[in-house]
Nanobody
Framework: QVQLVESGGGLVQPGGSLRLSCAASGSIFSIPIMGWYRQAPGKERELVAT?????????NYADSVKGRFAISRDNAKNTWYLQMNSLNPEDTAVYYC???????????????WGQGTQVTVSS
């Protein structure tokens, strides 16, 4: 059994910053891919950022957040983060962490989702 626990959402003024965290626990062998998605009201869930560990960390960002958001990971803690700077009202959404992991070396990758955390950017 694997659980993802998110934290760090909340209300922030335009131009402000927030940092989201997601911790994975349970039976985990390896976590090659960690990421964040978001879903605004009336819109589909969209990719925000991913970080892939393959010899070194490789990151990928949605165009809308490049230069403002940064994803990072702490492998020792099975935890990853999304630092969000220069937030604007268009960033308001429920943010979901996601992970592709293996529970054993012989098992395929499975995807898991966090419960979601609300980020509201408003004055």
């Amino acid at each position: 059994q694997v659980q993802l626990v998110e934290s760090g959402g909340g209300l922030v003024q335009p131009g402000g910053s927030l940092r989201l965290s997601c911790a994975a626990s349970g039976s985990i062998f390896s976590i090659p891919i960690m990421g964040w998605y978001r879903q605004a009201p009336g819109k589909e869930r969209e990719l925000v950022a991913t970080i892939t560990s393959s010899g070194g960390d490789s990151t990928n960002y949605a165009d809308s957040v490049k230069g403002r958001f940064a994803i990072s990971r702490d492998n020792a803690k099975n935890t990853w983060y999304l630092q969000m700077n220069s937030l604007n009202p268009e960033d308001t959404a429920v943010y979901y962490c996601t992970v592709h992991l293996r529970q054993a070396s012989s098992m395929p990758l499975y995807r898991y989702w966090g419960q979601g955390t609300q980020v509201t950017v408003s004055s």
